[in-house]
């Protein structure tokens, strides 16, 4: 049953203090629901619990949806990534009611008296709500996936290393039944046992290849440009993405530039991929910025700047695609450094709407 009115106005009434005090009551909630259901620990990554991360992101979302809750359309995008994230993680149904229990009581430990039953109810009614959100998508993108909903036994058929930091594994599934197709630049999670403690870990890592089938609802028409920025590591998910456009029949023309910077040529990841798609495809460009070049390593092999990723570089040079206003922007790497991306993109005319993050943590690129 929606909130009313009444309880909507007490929900956006309750923002200050949400702002003050919201990473309280979900460090609470948190730390009171995990003592109280030790399972939770192979759900939830303890490394995030232990540095703030993930109650920090969570008061977050707790505060965008009481600002928005008149107004849900505005949380499209952000209800969509956390439902993704959920199906990574089997996230069931009944788990909402546990974190109702626990946030509503997390609110009566931090606020005390000043929680009332009316506020009580108002936010009993909201959490259901937005509970029934996720619900609804995640049962819709489980049944997408072949009704799988619960974590499966995979086995290391291979293993490749990119370079000195990075390998790729590739999984099968020890039972032998299909697995689903996937999008390009998608992730999955691995639950993995953690030595030393009686629980397990969930990691997300994305699937570095082009799907074998390419989905049918995968579409992307015209010739407008693809602009795939990375660093480090966040060039995983773009290769998946360089080889699915180019092996579309209708996306395989459209003029792609592969951007990646990393400290070291031992660090850069798919250099060689992209070089070598670079010389059979005319539409695709290859740029590497290596911020520390050694002796004997060749420009226009092992990189072709030196130093830091220099988006004005590339903008005067007309490889960025910024004089077409419908190239599309990919933007994976560590935080601080898609931020800047970000930012610089935007003061340069690309809306948010043509640009695509990934992030690899907790929580979202602000």
Known sequence: MAPTQAQIDIVKATIPILKEHGTTVTSTMYKNMIGNNPELRNVFSMRSQATGAQPAALAASVLAYATYIDDLPKLQHAVERIAQKHVSLFIQPDQY???????IEA??????????DEIKDAWVAAYLQLADVFIQREAALYKGDGEWTNWRDFKIVKKELENEAVASFYLEPVDGKPIPSYLPGQYISLQLPIPGVDFKQSRQFSLSEAPAKQPTYYRVSGDRPIVLLSAGVGATPMRSILDAVLASPTTGTRPIRWI??????????????????AAK?????ATIFLKEVKEGEVKGQAFDYEGRLDLGKLAEEKALSLENNGAEYFICGPESWMLFVKEWLLEHGVPLERQHLELFNTGDVV
Do not use: C, Q, W
């Open 260 to 277: 990646h910077a990393a400290r070291r040529a031992g660090t850069s990841l798919f250099v060689e991929h992209a070089r070598e798609v």
């Open 281 to 285: 495809h005319e539409n695709v460009t």
């Open 97 to 103: 009611m546990i974190v109702a229990k626990y946030l």
């Open 107 to 116: 609110f009566g430990i931090v606020l005390g008296d000043a929680f009332t």
